[in-house]
């Protein structure tokens, strides 16, 4: 069984557009949060991901929204936050409250968070051996996480924990949108990196009024 897994869409559609197009055919595409925030498209990602019917999870960006509460954010991240708010209709923000904190999918040999299996804001960093290691796996095969926007993955022998990546807003030094797919029969995964118009990005959040440091850090993949 081959499944893709993408995370940190953050609005957007230029990058979510060239992962699907790139990622070769899956059984399943599964998403670890943070579908909208930061980017101009937060309407168009959310219903991409419902029209496909993408098991997904609460990212802390999507909990802003329907909860109404980005006081915790930088200026970047609030005003995507408002953004949101302004763009998603009374369906899509449903769609985005109904997002549970965790899930498994794949007749559970997959779990799905967005930051840490006991806190979803809780960023799982891979240079921190304590924290990104065997001990957040519990019955699953494969623990797939978020937040860090950094794409990594870990073998252990109970398992893979990785983190695909972010989509959206990569951060860790490399521009390309981020995924991975993983074949749960041989357990094996495969990080993949493609090239999207940043450009075009970067003149879609200048014309939707957003803060020019959401586009020009693509490019820095910062």
């Given at each position: 069984m081959q499944v893709g897994l993408i995370s940190?869409?953050?609005?957007?559609?230029?990058?979510?557009?060239?992962?699907?197009?790139?990622?070769?055919?899956?059984?399943?595409?599964?998403?670890?949060?943070?579908?909208?925030?930061?980017?101009?498209?937060?309407?168009?990602?959310?219903?991409?991901?419902?029209?496909?019917?993408?098991?997904?999870?609460?990212?802390?960006?999507?909990a802003a929204v329907v909860e109404e509460t980005p006081f915790r954010f930088n200026s970047m991240a609030k005003a995507g936050v408002e953004h949101a708010l302004e763009q998603l209709s009374a369906d899509q923000l449903e769609w985005l409250a109904d997002l549970p904190e965790e899930r498994l999918a794949c007749d559970d040999r997959v779990k799905l968070v967005h930051g840490h299996p006991d806190d979803p804001e809780?960023?799982?960093?891979?240079?921190?051996?304590?924290?990104?290691?065997?001990?957040?796996?519990?019955?699953?095969?494969?623990l797939v996480l978020g937040h860090t926007h950094i794409q990594h993955v870990e073998r252990y022998g109970e398992?893979?924990?990785?983190?695909?990546?972010?989509?959206?807003?990569?951060?860790?030094?490399?521009?390309?949108?981020a995924y991975a797919v993983v074949d749960l029969e041989a357990m094996t995964i495969e990080t993949h990196r493609v090239e999207y118009d940043i450009g075009a990005v970067r003149d879609a959040v200048a014309a939707a009024g957003l803060p020019e440091g959401i586009g020009s850090r693509l490019e820095r993949g910062k």
């Open positions: 940190d869409v953050h609005g957007n559609r230029v990058a979510l557009e060239a992962v699907l197009a790139d990622m070769p055919a899956v059984d399943e595409l599964l998403c670890a949060g943070d579908v909208v925030g930061y980017n101009p498209w937060p309407a168009a990602c959310v219903d991409e991901l419902r029209e496909r019917a993408v098991p997904t999870v609460m990212g802390n960006h999507d809780r960023y799982t960093h891979y240079t921190r051996p304590a924290e990104f290691s065997p001990r957040l796996l519990d019955d699953e095969d494969v398992g893979i924990v990785v983190n695909p990546g972010s989509v959206g807003q990569p951060r860790d030094g490399d521009p390309r949108a």
